[in-house]
């Protein structure tokens, strides 16, 4: 089992940054099977929708409403991945969930945490 605790959201001004963190715990096993981890979001009356997401190997990918403005970045000494949020919008608005996908030789696994409210004002 992988435990993940985000952490950093909090009530920002349009324009403004902010830096999100997720840490993953669990066994040395659980651990070394990840490999992607990315964040996701959910806005009040919309779907969650994939933000940013990065491999093992630091490949990213984003979405296009975040592209230049948001950056993903891991830390696999510290099983942390973290979003650097700058230029905010309001439509950044919602919660933020880390995600985490891990193999252990029988297919992949789905790790989430329990998310971070993010607020941005106008």
């Known amino acids: 089992q992988v435990q993940l605790v985000e952490s950093g959201g909090g009530l920002v001004q349009a324009g403004g940054s902010l830096r999100l963190s997720c840490a993953a715990s669990g066994s040395i096993r659980s651990i070394n099977g990840i490999n992607g981890m990315g964040w996701y979001r959910q806005a009040p009356g919309k779907q969650r929708e994939l933000v940013a997401h990065i491999t093992r190997l630091e490949s990213t990918i984003y979405a296009d409403s975040v592209k230049g403005r948001f950056t993903i970045s891991r830390d696999n000494a510290k099983n942390t991945v973290y979003l650097q949020m700058n230029s905010l919008k309001p439509e950044d608005t919602a919660v933020y969930y880390c995600?985490?996908?891990?193999?252990?030789?029988?297919?992949?696994?789905?790790?989430w945490g329990l998310g971070t409210q993010v607020t941005v004002s106008s």
């Open positions: 995600r985490a996908i891990a193999n252990y030789g029988l297919g992949n696994v789905d790790y």
